[in-house]
Structures are given as C-alpha cells and as structure tokens.
C-alpha cells in the first residue's frame, strides 16, 4: 500500500505534466496562423487559431469585382480560412486531451464545418 506521500508526490508529479503540455499549447494556439486564398488569389485571410480575422489583401485585380462579388469572395475564403484554423486548433488540443476524450468531442464540435440542412 502507498503511503499518503507517495500518492501526493504522484499527483503533484501528474499536476506538472498537465501543467507542462497546457503551456505548450496555449503557446501553440497563440502562435498559430492560418491563411487562405481563393484561386485566383484576389482575397487573402488570415485568421488566429480562435478564428478572428486578423489579416485581410485584395490582389489589384479585386477591383475588377462588383461590391457584392468581392464581399461574397471574403465570406467564402474566410471560411476556407477557418476551418482550417479549427482542424489546427482541434490537432493542438487533442496532444493536450487525448483525441478520443469527451472534452475533445465537444472541441471537435465547434471547430467542424457546420453543414447547413
């Protein structure tokens, strides 16, 4: 049988390595970028790994669009851009929950595509 301090070392050593692979990936996320283009590369979008926009370029040929086009264009590369961005976030939490875990599911969840019906 193990005595009280052996269990408290153990779990204090569990404690660190949690601790230790949460770090990781809080660093992860926060370095984590993810861009997309269209085709044509008129739209560029880049997105940080909670999905807020934070980079946003028109080729010259943009002019070319009507407002409606262009806007239309930014809506469907930014999804492009953040699904992406929630396969990279779902790849970096799975190292840190384990990819089979329930807490995984619910991660995976919000960073599927959603399909519409």
Known sequence: MRTPEEIMQELESRVAVIQEQA???ESLL???ETTAADEDEIVTVTVNAGGTLTGLRFSPQ????S???LADLVLEVYGQALEA???KTAEIM???LGAD???MSVITGFTQP???S
């Open 23 to 25: 770090g990781r990936a």
């Open 30 to 32: 926060a370095e984590s």
């Open 62 to 65: 943009a002019r070319g669009l």
């Open 67 to 69: 407002g409606t086009g």
């Open 85 to 87: 961005s929630g396969r």
């Open 94 to 96: 799975s190292g840190l």
């Open 101 to 103: 875990s329930e807490a």
């Open 114 to 116: 959603r399909t519409e």
